[in-house]
């Protein structure tokens, strides 16, 4: 089981930029969320995938939007990067089956220039 | 809305001594806390996993207690390690479940040799 696996593992992006993040849950799940974590602070929730529709939000704006294939893998994508977009952005998947167990992946580190 | 502290925020300590990270959150109303581990850059790690009708978990050297009615969590390390640096994250769900994580900034552990 190779766990929950995020994709690229970095990525340098311009601003006004666009960007896709990639994640691919640990295998039994089918519900993920992502996160955003800047520099020196604790992770923000973004939103929450699940049967392939948005079932919860945080406070992000809407330039943030995911997407849920068939095969429970996700992405995010952020529209008109701004340079507080900067983060590493984490892919955390869990199963309503087992409450409370979230397995998260490695990250993304997203540097906006 | 929820809020979750953690004190102190960093902490330099010889190797060997037994350490208590303190977590507090604003709003008893919880299902469960969870101790994470994250190393620089990487991903988390989930250490101990309480449920809001728990008072405490344990694992190995590991030690976390829960007091809900009054907004507050301990993780006890004991006989601590140079391996044991990282930072530590407390992170809270609310009452309806769904693995809606919120995160304290965390506490950067350092033991020293």
């Known amino acids: 089981d190779a766990g929950v696996t995020q994709s690229p593992t970095h990525l340098i992006k311009t601003r006004g930029q666009q960007v896709t993040l990639r994640c691919s849950p640990k295998?039994?799940?089918?519900?993920v969320s992502w996160y955003q974590q800047a520099l020196g602070q604790g992770p923000q929730f973004i939103f929450q995938y699940y049967e392939e529709e948005e079932r919860q939000r945080g406070n992000f704006p809407d330039r943030f939007s995911g997407h849920q294939f068939p095969n429970y893998s996700s992405e995010l994508n952020v529209n008109a990067l701004l340079l507080g977009d900067s983060a590493l952005y984490l892919c955390a998947s869990s199963s309503d089956r087992v409450p409370g167990e979230a397995f998260f992946g490695q990250g993304t580190r997203l540097t906006v220039v | 809305k929820q809020e979750v502290t953690q004190i102190p925020a960093a902490l330099s300590v010889p190797e060997g001594e037994n350490l208590v990270l303190n977590c507090s959150f604003t709003d008893s109303a919880i299902y469960n806390l969870q101790w994470f581990r994250q190393d620089p850059g990487k991903g988390l790690t989930s250490l101990l996993l309480?449920?809001?009708?728990?008072r405490e978990q344990t694992s190995g050297r590991l030690n976390a207690s829960l007091d809900k009615s009054s907004g507050r969590s301990t993780l006890y390390i004991a006989a601590s390690q140079p391996g044991d640096s990282a930072t530590y994250l407390c992170a809270v769900e609310g009452p309806g479940g769904g693995n809606k994580l919120t995160f304290g900034t965390g506490t950067q552990l350092k033991v020293e040799l």
């Open positions: 309480i449920q809001s009708s728990q």
């Open positions: 295998s039994g799940h089918d519900t």
